[in-house]
């Protein structure tokens, strides 16, 4: 029987400006978003009965309609008609509920994968109008590398690659829900967007340098205010040397970005001495992203 594996990995949101609520409840969005490699492993294989299963190597992550990936495969398979069904198996490296995307990755990663396997033929427009209802980050992780998303999360505009920077990501121990968050949002407090389109222009100036000079996330003062040790963690990282430094989506993970590695290396060995879930990583670019999907015998993504 064929299958496929596949790498699914985890995002920084580099910028996230709330620009107001929509009348379908949910947020207008201008975001500046990069994969990062801290990644999941996908194993796909077809089953010839029609039933969609799925098993993790985590054991506190829901295994049916709650978990991502199975409703990306159910959505795939509604949407095509196939009687063909899938058994998808997720070696999970990528915290869960920590504002790095992984749910949505995993979703992104069955789409592509099943489209695949099952023959679908579908193109990345389809693809991502099918991941936009599954959830809002989805569509971004069909393409990866640096892109700016926008809307609630389905209009994507791939962008030159960011770095390559190290990014220490370090996961405080609470799980912060994105709908709680964003529920607590005061669209009036924050301050008039513009980070994400500075940003974006010094990226298409080609310097990815001054990026780095825009990092913003209207959702952090809302996590902080919740988790006081989100607060106190960003502090002791800019202590530590990391000037670079965000909370990534609704939380609770803490990125900062390098673009001296060596200066990344030691800077996370010194949070490991008093921290426990400390990542060090790095951007990846998009070349990067479809050569481990080719790898992987998916092919080529374009964006
Ligand atoms: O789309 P997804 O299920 O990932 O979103 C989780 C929750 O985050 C939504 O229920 C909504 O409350 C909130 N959200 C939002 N605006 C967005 C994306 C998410 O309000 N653009």
Redesign the pocket.
């Known amino acids: 029987m064929r299958e496929l594996w596949l790498t699914s990995p985890a995002k920084i949101n580099l910028t996230l400006e709330?620009l107001g609520?929509?009348p379908d409840?949910?947020?207008?969005?201008d975001m500046l978003v990069v994969t990062v490699d801290l990644s999941d492993r996908i194993a796909l294989s077809v089953r010839p009965d029609g039933h969609i299963t799925l098993a993790s190597s985590a054991t506190h992550i829901p295994l049916d309609e709650k978990n991502?990936a199975y409703r990306a495969a159910r959505t795939l398979k509604e949407a095509s008609g196939t009687p063909l069904g899938a058994h998808i198996a997720i070696d999970k490296h990528i915290p869960v509920s920590a504002g790095l995307g992984g749910?949505?990755s995993n979703a992104a990663t069955v789409l592509i994968g099943l489209n695949e396997l099952w023959d679908l033929g579908l193109d990345h427009t389809a693809l991502a109008q099918l991941g936009?209802d599954?959830?809002?980050?989805?569509p971004f992780f069909l393409y990866g590398g640096t892109a700016r998303v926008g809307?609630?999360?389905e209009r994507v505009e791939p962008l030159p690659d960011v770095g390559p920077w190290s990014v220490i990501l370090v996961r405080p121990p609470v799980s912060v829900?994105?709908?709680?968050?964003?529920?607590a949002?005061d669209v009036r407090t924050a301050p008039p967007p513009g980070a994400t389109e500075a940003a974006v222009r010094s990226l298409l100036a080609g310097d990815r340098r001054a990026v780095l000079e825009y990092l913003r996330n209207d959702l952090e003062a809302v996590t902080m205010e919740r988790y006081p040790e989100v607060r106190s963690l960003k502090e002791k990282m800019r202590r530590y040397g990391a000037t670079y430094t965000l909370m990534s989506g609704?939380g609770p993970t803490v990125f900062a970005v390098f673009p001296d590695a060596r200066r990344a290396r030691r800077i996370v060995h010194s949070l490991r001495g008093f921290l426990k879930e400390v990542y060090l990583v790095q951007t990846l670019t998009s070349g990067r992203c479809s050569a481990a999907l080719r790898h992987a015998g998916v092919g080529e993504i374009k964006g």
């Not at 829900?177 to 529920?183: A, E, K, N």
Request: charge should be positive; proline fraction near 0%.
């Open positions: 709330v609520k929509r409840g949910y947020h207008e969005l991502l749910g949505s936009a599954v959830g809002s980050d989805v809307g609630r999360g829900s994105t709908t709680d968050v964003f529920r949002f609704s």
